[in-house]
């Protein structure tokens, strides 16, 4: 378990890293497309096209990285706030299970789309871009849902065995 938390410790600093460049990237392509609209009057087109794409990768490392608190993604917790004892633990296992099996779906899925993109050698519309490599976006975060989920779990468990759930 020790050495399960100190790989997911690399991990979140590897997705803090990759998250911070690419807030700081899309910032700064958003602000230059907006100045050089507003005083130039000419768009760059590429920048809506690759800042859409980073979108997809901050959303969904965001999501990596909310899961890994428990509570962090949104969802209702009507009736699963008010279970205790075992109930609260069969809600919480199935729940994380289910989403476990969604991300590695999201993951297996991902990988056949950016593998089809790249046999058909597809490209994005203005930037000519192989574009397998924005869809390789959706494999890589869904690892990182994945592996999250599991260490969600695993401190949900350690905390119910040591009494402070």
């Known amino acids: 378990m020790n050495t399960y938390k100190k790989i997911m410790h690399g991990v979140v600093k590897v997705e803090n890293v990759i998250m911070a460049i690419t807030l700081i990237v899309s910032l700064v392509l958003t602000f230059a497309n907006v100045i050089g609209r507003k005083l ?15 979108f997809v990768l901050i959303s969904l490392m ?12 949104v969802g209702l ?3 699963s706030d008010r279970l205790k004892g ?9 729940a994380n299970v289910f989403s476990i099996i969604y991300c590695a779906i999201l993951t297996w ?3 056949g789309r950016a593998m089809s993109e790249y046999t ?3 490209h994005t519309y ?3 871009w192989p574009s397998w490599i924005f869809w390789s976006f959706v494999p890589v975060c869904g690892v990182f849902l994945v592996l999250h989920f599991i260490e969600n779990t695993l401190d949900f468990l350690n905390a119910r065995k040591e009494g402070n759930d």
């Open 77 to 79: 917790s009507l009736v």
């Open 126 to 128: 203005v930037l000519h």
């Open 86 to 94: 075992s109930a609260r633990l069969v809600q919480k296992l199935v």
């Open 40 to 54: 130039i009057n000419h768009s760059l087109t590429w920048v809506d096209e690759l800042v859409v794409a980073l």
């Open 62 to 73: 965001g999501a990596a990285l909310a899961c890994r608190e428990d509570g962090g993604l």
């Open 120 to 122: 058909q050698n597809a």
């Open 109 to 111: 899925q991902g990988v």
